[in-house]
């Protein structure tokens, strides 16, 4: 395992964007999929807008200040709670950072946020093989036995 590096976990910003989209893409293409230029603009300027109820993202930067991985997340209601949870929808790190807590420090760093929001609950999906994020997802989330559905 390579040796751990000192990561900061900031929001994204506006100036971002091309980092945002490199990682991002990356992320898509790991689950082999891809998205129009118009979700790739909304999507930026939905992280980026500052609104209550919107999208939010952190970029991982390493101590080079090289942006190294990306977690977007939003508050929503839930029927069962008073309070909104909090649903981690993206998740990654670059290739060549895995390993070195860029996942786990985004994970808190998500959970810090959820903390400040008075969320009692961060969710998030994964694929059944994607076995290396599932190992650090059992030591620092709780799997549940639900399975999903979606309509198309």
């Known amino acids: ?48 807008s500052n609104e209550p109820n919107e999208f939010n993202g952190m970029l991982a930067v390493d101590e080079n200040n090289k942006v190294v991985g990306l977690v977007h997340f939003l508050f929503h209601r839930h029927a069962w709670k008073v309070e909104n949870v909090c649903y981690l929808q993206d998740l990654f790190a670059s290739s060549e950072t895995r390993g070195q807590g860029i996942g786990r420090a985004l994970i808190e760093a998500v959970y810090d946020e959820a903390d400040k929001a008075g969320a009692p609950t961060v969710y998030w999906l994964t694929q059944e093989f994607n076995e290396t994020a599932r190992k650090l997802y059992d030591r620092i989330g709780n799997l549940t036995p639900f399975i999903r559905y979606q309509r198309g």
């Open 1 to 48: 395992m390579p040796p751990q590096k000192h990561i900061s976990v900031r929001a994204v910003a506006t100036c971002d964007y091309k980092d945002w989209r490199r990682l991002w893409t990356a992320y898509l293409e790991f689950y082999n999929s891809e998205v129009t230029e118009d979700v790739y603009e909304t999507t930026f300027r939905r992280l980026t």
